[in-house]
């Protein structure tokens, strides 16, 4: 679809275009990548801990759905999404898959990345792009900017936090 010169691809994950807004969060884990990894993939448990996506709810397996509740300007709304790329303990990525993929096309990823000391860096980069990312940048930017600080600092305090663990919690990717 080409829209005002702006491709609007319906594969990724992609880079950044003429068209794009680019949205950053990271931060330091003093954790393994494996238990950061057991966090983010434990979808049924961000209702527990996760301040921006407050459920979720599907597989972690690249072409399956998940479905989030997210803050977004102050109002939980649905979102659905498709997983792109599951590496695990090192990259996951979706893009979104609801009807406003139509006007604007979606994407996160996020990786873990060790570190020398045994910490891990935590990045996650929301893309938004074609030729409305600009107006969704507009309506959404900062409650974007801001669900993504929040989910960041609390995927920190999780995995640094002993008492996440539960009995029966799952990382595995199930396809």
């Known amino acids: 679809m080409l829209a005002a010169g702006c491709t609007i691809p319906w594969h990724a994950p992609r880079g950044r275009t003429k068209c794009s807004e680019l949205f950053r969060a990271e931060t330091v884990i003093a954790a393994t990548p ?4 057991s966090v983010l993939v434990d979808l049924p448990a961000y209702r527990d801990w996760n301040p921006w996506l407050r459920s979720a709810e599907g597989r972690v397996a690249p072409g399956a759905g998940v479905r989030a509740r997210v ?4 109002e939980i709304r649905t979102a659905d999404h498709i997983v792109l790329v599951v590496e695990p303990g090192r990259r996951l990525c979706w893009r979104d898959a ?3 993929a139509a006007f604007v096309y979606g994407q996160r990823c996020r990786w873990i990345e060790p570190l020398p000391d045994g910490r891990v860096r935590f990045v996650q980069e929301l893309l938004l792009d074609g ?7 507009a309506m959404y930017g900062d409650s974007l900017v801001a669900g993504m600080t929040a989910e960041t600092a609390a995927l920190r305090v999780r995995a640094e936090s002993q ?10 990717i199930r396809r």
């Open 34 to 37: 494996a238990r950061v990894w």
């Open 163 to 172: 008492a996440w663990a539960r009995p029966g919690a799952s990382a595995t």
């Open 98 to 100: 609801g009807w406003t």
């Open 71 to 74: 803050l977004l300007n102050g």
């Open 131 to 137: 030729a409305f990312a600009g107006m969704a940048d």
